[in-house]
Structures are given as C-alpha cells and as structure tokens.
C-alpha cells in the first residue's frame, strides 16, 4: 500500500490546524493540515519547505474563483499562489466544489429535504456564486445575499434578483480584487461592522436557510446571531468546526459534500481534489468533464448544472489580476541570479526572430552575411532566464541567466577570437555585478580561440564550459539507446553487457574517457588510434581500473568494426573518412563526438539500419522554467548549461572544465552530482534533430531484418 | 472518530528514568533545561544541528524524523520549546516557526503515542485579554493582536487546546519576561527591561540637566512579570516531573511569572541608580495616548516601540496553580537577584 502525503494550506485561520490519515482504494493518505492567517507570504513559504516532502498541496479557503455571467472572476492573490512553481499538483478542488454542491443540491431539493421556498441567505454569495446563482434562477426572490455585509461593512441583506445586482456584484469583485482578503473579511472590525451585525440577525430573521461553509462561517466569531434556529448549509467536514458551529444553536445542518467520498471525519472539497487527481495520476488541474466522469451525476442533472459551472470567457477583473501580478513580478520579483550562460544565435534565421528586423525576411540573400557581421558588432543581449531549479537531494534552489550573443556560428568562426573574448568578458563582469557567481559558455563561444582558457582568466567570475557533463551526458545517451536497442544481452554473471564497444580515437581527452567509462559497462571494449604506443599505455591503465573487461587495440578501424555493437568517435581528422559506414554492424549505436561530424546526413542515408546519435540533452530538476527558446523541444536544455546550474546547485564555483581536455575523475564526478540532484536524461540528439523513440525502434526493426538476412545468407 | 488517549504507560529507561523528547534545547531557555531534565530523564533533543540525539527540522513534514523507528523508543514527556522570540518578527516568519511548528511537534507527537504534551508559551498570548488578573486558560481572538508574535502564540496556544483530545495531559506553560540567571544573569541579548538601561544612557545628559522630575512613559505601579531563566527552567522541569505524578488530565495551562512582579517605578529608580545618574525623581506618563508615548521614546531614545508597548500594559498574572505544584517561593522577586542582573548586563555590555 503506498502512502501519499498531502499538505492542506488553509488561507484562514489556524485554530483548526490538525493532522489525520485515511484510506481510498488501496492508498494511504497522511493530511496535515497548515492554517496561514491571510498570508500569502506564509503560503509560499510552506510551499517551498514542503515541496520536496509531500505528493501534493490541497490550498482551501482560498479567495474564490468565481464564475459570474459565463466569465471567471479570480482574486489577485489567488492567481499569485497557484502561480507558484511546484513539482507536485496545487488543488483548490473549485472545479469540484461547483459540479458537486450543485449535484449534491438538486438531489436534496428531489428528496424534499430542502426546500429553498422557505428563504436561503448566503452570508458570502461570492464563495458559492454556482449555488446561488442556481438557487435564484430557480427560485426567484427567495435568496437573500449578505455581501454587501461581509465584504464592505454595510449591514444590508439584499434579496435577489433585484435590477442592478450583477452590475454590483461585478463591482464588488473588481474592487475585492484591489484588496487584500484580510481587510474584505469581517475580521476587520470596526464599530460599525459590530453593530451591523445585529442589524443583520433581524432582517434574516423570516430566511430559513444559511449556506455557508464553515471556515467563513467561524470568521464571525461569537457574533453568529443569523444562524439560531436556522438550517445551515455547508459543504465541508471538519470536527473541531463542527463542535465550534453547534454553539451557534442552528436548528439543523445539512452537508452538501458528498457522503461516499466521506473518508475521514474532516474531510474538504481540497483535499478530495488532491486526493482524486493523486488515485488516478493527474497532475494538471482537471476540466469540469473530467470532474463529472469521477462524480458522476446523471445526464440531465449534469446539462443543468454546466451552465452555472462551465465560464466562456475571461473576465477584465482576471486579466487586470494578470497584469497586476506580472508587473508585481517584474519589479519586486526579478531573483539574483546564481549563475550565467551564455548562447548566440545559432544561424541567420535566429537573428530575424528580434523584433522589428523580421521585416528583413525578404532581404535578397547575397546581403545576409554582411547583415550578419554588422548585427554581432551590437553588445550582447540578455535573451532570458531559468528559473526555481530545485535540488531533489536538498532542496535548494537556484536560478540563471541567458546572455545571447547576435553573432551566428560563421561571424564567429571568421572574426578574431579576441573580439569574441572582449563580448563574453562583458558579459561576465555584467553577470557578476547582477550577483551571478559562475558563468557557463554554450555552442561556439566555448570553442572559439583557447575554448575559454583567456576568457576565465579575465573573468570576475569562474567560468566553465561544462564540457563534463556534456561528454557524460552524450555517453548516458549511448547508454540509453543500446538499452532500447535491445539487441545485446546483459551477462548476468557480471552485469556487463555482453558486446563489443569501440573508440576510435581513444588516446585523445574525449575518447580517453569514454573509453574507460565503455569499459565499466560493456564486456569487451576496442581502442583504435594512430599510434600504438600510447595505446598500449591506455589500455593497461584502463585494465587496472575495469579489471573485468577484455580491452583490445588497433590502429585502423575498418577491420575490426563489423563486431561493434557500440561506436564512439572522438577524432579530429578533417575531410578524411576515418571509417566507412558500410562496415558498421546491423544495429550498431554510433556515438559522434568528434567535430566536425565523422559521419555526415550521407552516410546516416546510406545506413537506416545504425542509429548516430550526437549528443544528449538534459532536464533540470524541480520544476525549471526556461522563458527563452533555446531551439531544444519542451523543458530539456543543453548539457552544458545543466552543468553551470549543477555547479550552483552544489554551491562549487570553480572554472569546473576548462579548454580543449576533459578529464575523467571530473566527468564521473559530475555525473553523480548530476543524478544527485535529480538531472535527467531528455532527448538524444541526432544529425536530424532529435531521436525519438519510433525512430529508435525502426532502427532495431531494420537491423534485426538484416542480421537476419545475413545468417540465413550464410 | 472517538478520540483514542494513548494509555497512560511509566515506559520507563532500565535506568528506571522517564524518557522526554526536547525541542528547542539549543536556545536560553533550552540551554538551562536540559542539564536540570537530566538529572531525572533521559532526554533526546530534536534538533537541526548534527550533533543532536535526534536530527529534526520542525518547518519540514514530520520534521524530516523517521517517525516508525522512534516510536520504537516510547517516549514519555514530549517538551516542545523551540519558538520564534521576537517582537518584531514578521507575520510570516512568527507563524512560521510558531504555530506551524507547534502544529508539526503536535502531530510527533501524536504519532510517536506520546502521552503528555508541554509547550512553552507566553504571556503575549493573552495580551488580549480584557481582565486585570489575567488567567492561565485566557485567549481572546475577538479583537486584533497588537503584532504577530502574540497572535502566533495565541494561535498556537488554541491549537493544542483544539487537539489536547489526543493526549492524556497537556501542559502549556506561559513564560513571563525572561532576564538572566540568578547567578551571574548571563544574557545574550538586549531585551524586554534591559532597554530601559540603553535608553537611559542615551539621554544621560539630559537627565542631569533637566529642571525638575523627569517624565517618564508608563503607569507607576505596574508590575512586570520578570522571571529569571534559571528559575524557569527549573519550573520546566518541575512541571514535567509533575506530569508524571499528578492524576490531572486533558489540557493545563499555568503562568510561569513571579506572584508580584518588578513595579515599573522602581526598575526607572534602579537603572538610575545603577548608571550613577543624578535626577530630580521621576514622574509618570500615563494619560497621552499610548502610540504617541512609544512614537516619543522611539525617535528620542530609540526604544524598540513593541517592547514599551507592553511594558506599558502589563496586567497581572494569576500565578496560584503555578505556585500550588512548585511551591510558593519558586521564582524569587528582583531584589534578590538584582546584583546579578546588573553584573550580566553590563557583562554583555563590556564584550558587545
């Protein structure tokens, strides 16, 4: 049986602050429940401490979400905290609460345990709009609102539908929404408000109904005079409520929440929403027909109750919250960023994405060059951020910068290296002074001149390239596809995979250290290099460290290759085929490091049955937000800019990896440091974009049809 | 769901001790208990530091503790110190570590089937309450709190009263204004009366030179409830021998203040006295409104306005339950340790 523990944030008091644990359908679930007293601070507070502990937040009590005339009106600080960023689902259950109280009404008001022709009074028709809007079609000039009374102060009870209520109504949301809720309560109480309420008790006096949920019920205090003798309506369980609200002597209560979801003694529409999404996997807040699959009312029932649930459109209210908020980010909000990294336009195309030189769509091509180099003359820009990278292992969380240089990869191959250094020392003293403490350099500013030798000297700040986790990035890629290949066997004995591995290019600093991680997985491992001296060298020292696997050398490839099942090149031989792809085994893994490519679109055409992967991207832990395309699909990121983050994750500002080499205690190492923090593998890259599973398996599909042939051929 | 009492059970140590679970025991108060706890218990301390018996952070879910294994160990007594105290903290960080924390220490507490509960409160929870002799079981919601710090520690206070259900005996204690120790008053920093000093020395000159008795805020035979932490320390640790002696049940709260108290007229005359300045007497403030008294003594001799804000409003505090379990002479009046008090002040004062 597997427990999950939700947290229920209460925006209301903390008096009822409890803890219990229940059962549904085979799980555990562990409830504690946090009461904030109005603070939207303490909210996000508890989210950021318990993010990483608990499987979901259930936020009840929220400032509602209303739906008003088919539009949704949505408090400012609603909109703040669901706007949290959070790895676990954050449920308010509205959506539930509409479809379920309606649902939960009709069948009552059917069995004639309720009968609205005596009066309902909504103390707040604002946090159950559905119901009161549903009972004052139904009932005309039996409903009585109180809103007037809690949320401004006046002691009016105005019976609906009166002309002008929705104009008023709309009114009140949109100056609530200026508000904070604290002061929209009557937990604001001034003299007037004191005797207001007295007022109240004698005008509700011929109602027979008070519908209204406990926690706004108890915000009254003592001073709950409209609810003797009266039926009270509400839609949640909580026992220490319950006990509080017998004090206030109602003739009876009748509870709208459903009774078979009833679990425990306390028991709220958010909790069941988190509980329901956390049953049946759903992390996104779900839709109001999903809702109705779960709760599933009858068909008539759920045609009368959608048009008081289902809103078309988005209030001006909402969107001014919008706006209010996003201004509020960007002045209060903007975070000090723990590291920088720096991208460049990655072709001329990037370049006409700016703003306003879009028009240049149609420049004649010959004018794309000298366009490209006059736009890198411009400084560089700051083209986004990432943000609320959170560690799995302790939860710490860091974010970065995206500095983008406008020069495209031919600008910065052609210009002199020192200007390029110039730009990216800029960027690093900018980065400093913004409070960054390591910069990371991604594509081809790491490759430029001494690949960020000079630039880290000149550095305020370390800088790394992050080549280390590239080189473990594209390896754990290899890794990946040959085990979805699965066209070689493990050993049990050993573990080892029962192939043949092959580095070409072994001596050199990539080669070397694929080799010896190749050496740690595969059963039997190929070094093929120009020189056999150094690989003699290389190969005693990897038999010390994998002592387990039986390490051969050559000094040409193309003999030994047919046996590969994994290839890895890691060379630097220009316009020269260090080995012919039609020597490659059926379903063997190609692993090309070396740049430029070993193997070209040619060559991938040529072989449909050998998969040539590049490299491997990676995504950040917690729930990362990336606010710039970096040209990778959905959340992944380039492994390099993974590095910089972990190296802020983990606090080790150092120029980390520098210059051509890397080196394998430095790989290896951020390699767990990787897995520590939660870094995954995203997307392999391949010469055609990104690999995707399909391809994978038709890859292995063409392959095994060919071995086939082949035996069947001998 | 009938609330189940965990039974009441003397697990006790083959040593023959009661076994206590502490939180807070790093800070003034807990540095005192936990000498004085050990000489009849044995006692674990929750704690984020890596040398605690028990590694715990009380803002993380179930305190971050394995909560299976130390059921294991029967705990007796859980004592739940640790607290934010701070006048001026923020709503945020007050509720944080004061009510949210005491819901997690709760809920431990709960799971691990520990029979009985102590907290360690103030008398800032009961700042609302409208009597002149404010009783142990008083809270008032019905008017605003004057800061966070007191409302946290209501809130809190009414959480345990809320689940006290779950536990054989609960026991909060409101802890009066804490000064240093009777012995050599160490403290570690300036607070609550030891403002008054501070403020003086500001305005030394002034006081020598002013004309005629020198006005002071305040009423002139208010009390404040000074207790010295070594004294409530060891009502601590009386009370958790209590807890296991007495036949009282469900939920006890008790004032941890002296039966009279320091009147404010004589700390003035004392701290005069003490700092060797010469006056014409003192006369008292007490008619002008309360926030122009503490706006006045902010902007002239920066006295922190919260601090004098209950200096000024002191009620009394029933303290005869207090005394019927610890005795009538348990916590000493200033007089008798004032050498002390002015030795750890101006301690502090001379390393700062």
């Not at chain 1, 028009?359 to 890198?376: A, G, H, I, T, Y």
């Amino acid at each position: 049986m597997s427990t999950f523990r939700i947290a229920e944030i209460s925006f209301g008091r903390s008096h009822w602050d409890d803890s219990f644990s229940y059962e549904y359908v085979g799980h555990r679930f562990e409830v504690q429940r946090f009461g904030v007293n109005f603070s939207v601070d303490l909210v996000k507070k508890l989210i950021q401490n318990l993010r990483m502990d608990v499987d979901a937040f259930a936020l009840s009590s929220l400032p509602p979400v209303i739906k008003l005339d088919e539009k949704t009106y949505v408090h400012r600080q609603y909109l703040e905290i669901m706007g949290m960023p959070c790895s676990v689902p954050l449920c308010d259950g509205t959506g539930l609460r509409e479809i379920s109280n309606l649902n939960s009404m009709i069948k009552l008001i059917e069995s004639g345990k309720v009968s609205p022709e005596a009066g309902v009074f909504f103390p707040a028709a604002m946090l159950s709009a559905e119901l009161e809007e549903f009972l004052r079609r139904s009932y005309p000039g039996k409903v009585f609102i109180g809103d007037a009374y809690s949320m401004l102060g006046l002691p009016l009870m105005i019976q609906a539908p009166v002309p002008g209520l929705m104009a008023f109504s709309k009114l009140a949301l949109n100056v609530a929404n200026l508000k904070d809720m604290r002061n929209n309560t009557p937990l604001a109480e001034t003299q007037i408000q004191k005797m207001g309420r007295s007022v109240l008790a004698s005008q509700v006096e011929r109602v027979q109904y008070v519908a209204s949920d406990y926690p706004f019920l108890l915000l009254f205090d003592s001073a709950v005079e409209f609810v003797r003798g009266k039926d009270l309506i509400v839609w949640s369980h909580h026992p220490a409520a319950e006990k509080e609200a017998q004090k206030y002597a109602p003739r009876s209560v009748v509870n709208l929440f459903p009774e078979e979801y009833k679990m425990s003694p306390y028991m709220n529409y958010s909790i069941l929403d988190a509980t329901l999404r956390l049953v049946h996997g759903k992390t996104a807040p779900l839709s109001v027909s999903e809702w109705e699959e779960l709760i599933n009312p009858r068909p008539e029932v759920r045609q009368m109750t959608r048009q008081y649930t289902v809103s078309h459109r988005t209030s001006t209210q909402a969107k001014i919250s919008h706006g209010i908020n996003r201004v509020k980010n960007i002045l209060l909000r903007e975070k000090e960023p723990d590291f920088a990294f720096v991208v460049h336009a990655l072709s001329h195309r990037d370049l006409l994405r700016i703003p306003g030189l879009g028009l240049l769509r149609k420049m004649p091509q010959k004018f794309n060059d000298p366009f490209d180099r006059l736009v890198s003359k411009t400084p560089a820009i700051i083209y986004g951020s990432v943000q609320h990278v959170i560690s799995k292992e302790s939860g710490r969380e860091v974010n970065g910068l995206i500095y983008g240089l406008l020069s495209t990869p031919k600008v910065l191959k052609e210009e002199d290296p020192e200007v390029t250094y110039a730009k990216i020392e800029k960027i690093c003293y900018d980065a400093a002074n913004r409070g960054a403490k390591i910069v990371g350099l991604g594509a081809y500013t790491k490759v430029v001149g001494d690949a960020g030798v000079t630039i880290n000297r000149n550095s305020p700040i370390p800088v790394t390239t992050g080549n280390s986790l590239s080189a473990s990035a594209t390896l754990w890629a290899l890794a990946e596809v040959v085990k979805k290949m699965n066209l070689v066997k493990n050993d049990p004995n050993t573990g080892l995979v029962d192939g043949m591995a092959m580095v070409i290019g072994a001596t050199g600093s990539i080669g070397k250290v694929s080799a010896k991680l190749l050496a740690l997985t595969f059963k039997k491992v190929c070094l093929v290099a120009p020189r056999q001296n150094r690989l003699d060298e290389l190969a005693a020292e990897i038999r010390q460290l994998a002592p387990r696997s039986e390490i051969l050398t050559a000094t040409d490839a193309n003999e030994i290759a047919g046996q590969a099942d994994a290839l890895v090149t890691a060379t630097s031989a220009f316009d020269q085929k260090i080995i012919d792809v039609m020597r490659l085994k059926p379903g063997c893994v190609v692993c090309d490091c070396s740049r430029p490519l070993d193997f070209d679109k040619e060559d991938a055409k040529k072989r449909p049955d050998v998969l040539i992967i590049e490299s491997g991207e990676v995504l950040l832990p917690g729930p990362a937000q990336i606010t710039c395309d970096l040209g990778l699909p959905g959340k992944a990121v380039y492994a390099c800019l993974a590095e910089t983050a972990l190296l802020a994750l983990e606090g080790q500002f150092e120029s980390f990896t520098m210059g051509r080499d890397i080196e394998w205690n430095k790989v290896k190492g951020i390699y767990k440091m990787a897995r520590k923090h939660g870094v995954e593998l995203a997307a392999i890259q391949g010469h055609m974009g990104i690999v995707s599973d399909k391809e994978i398996e038709l890859t292995r599909s063409l392959a095994l049809s060919r071995l086939r042939a082949k035996s069947g051929s001998r | 769901m009938p609330a189940q009492r965990p039974s009441c059970r003397r697990g006790l140590s083959p040593m023959g001790k009661i076994k206590i679970l502490l939180t807070g025991g790093t800070g003034f108060l807990g540095k005192q208990v936990l000498p004085m706890l050990r000489e009849f218990a044995d006692v674990e301390v929750i704690s984020r530091s890596e040398t605690a018996e028990v590694r715990g952070d009380l803002t993380r879910w179930n305190a971050g503790l394995n909560l299976e294994a130390l059921k294991k160990k029967k705990y007796d007594v859980f004592i739940h110190l640790a607290g934010l105290y701070d006048l001026a903290a923020s709503h945020r960080d007050a509720f944080q570590q004061n009510v949210i924390a005491t819901g997690t220490a709760l809920k431990i507490a709960r799971e691990l089937q520990i029979p009985v509960f102590m907290n360690a409160s103030s008398v800032a929870a009961a700042v609302n309450s409208p009597l002149k002799m404010v009783r142990p079981f008083d809270l008032n919601f019905s008017r605003p709190f004057p800061d966070p710090y007191s409302e946290s520690k209501a809130l809190a206070e009414q959480m345990i009263v809320n689940q006290s259900m779950h536990f054989k005996l609960c026991i909060n204690m409101r802890l009066g204004v804490l000064v240093g120790d009777t012995v050599n008053g160490k403290i570690e920093r300036i607070d609550g009366p030891y403002h008054a000093p501070q403020a003086f020395e500001r305005i030394r000159k002034f006081i020598e030179s002013f004309p005629s008795s020198f006005p002071l805020p305040g009423k002139k035979m208010n009390r404040l409830p000074l207790v010295p932490v070594d004294k409530a320390a060891e009502a601590v640790a009386g009370f958790a021998k209590w807890s296991q002696a007495t036949e009282a049940t469900g939920y006890q709260s008790f004032h941890i203040t002296p039966k009279e108290g320091l009147i404010t007229r004589d700390l003035y005359l004392k701290t005069l006295k003490q700092l060797f300045i010469p006056h014409r007497g003192i006369t008292f403030v007490s008619r002008a409104p309360k926030t122009l008294l503490t706006k006045v003594s902010k902007w002239t001799v920066k006295f922190p306005e919260e601090q004098l804000n209950y200096l000024l409003m002191f009620p009394k505090y029933d303290s005869v339950s207090t005394c019927d379990i610890l005795g009538e002479g348990w916590c000493p009046e200033f007089d008798s340790y004032e050498k002390s008090f002015w030795r750890g002040y101006n301690e502090y004062i001379s390393n700062r």
